[in-house]
């Protein structure tokens, strides 16, 4: 049974930074897209960033490039999202997702069914 274990959401001041991380058990991260969406309330789940199953591409959010880094830890089975200069629309539930052999770029068109997600985590920023 895969299951994706997400941790480290909080409550920050805008421009802070701030690390998600997303546990995989299961299954190997390397064989999987890893990628990170959010939600806001009332809005649609918006692509965040993801890392291909190969490792070697990464695609991100225009709404986040520049600021926000994803990471994958093969030897932890982990996922990480490095969010930096946040800012109060950043905002949402950030949910943790896995696509088995999937590319980045195919993660970050939405157009993938996601094979598996986590529970999400809160990310709150604050004016």
């Known amino acids: 049974q895969v299951q994706l274990v997400e941790s480290g959401g909080g409550k920050v001041q805008a421009g802070a930074s701030l690390s998600v991380s997303c546990r995989v058990s299961g299954a190997t991260v390397n064989d999987y897209a890893m990628g990170w969406f959010r939600q806001a309330p009332g809005k649609k789940r918006e692509f965040v960033a993801a890392v291909g199953w190969s490792g070697t591409n990464t695609y991100y959010g225009d709404s986040v490039k520049g600021r926000f880094t994803i990471s994958r830890d093969d030897a932890e089975n982990t996922v990480y999202l490095q969010m930096n200069s946040l800012k109060p629309e950043d905002t949402a539930v950030y949910y943790c997702?896995?696509?088995?052999?999937?590319?980045?770029?195919?993660?970050?068109?939405?157009?993938?069914?996601?094979?598996?997600w986590g529970q999400g985590t809160q990310v709150t920023v604050s004016s």
């Open positions: 997702a896995a696509d088995y052999l999937a590319t980045a770029q195919a993660m970050s068109s939405m157009s993938l069914t996601i094979d598996y």
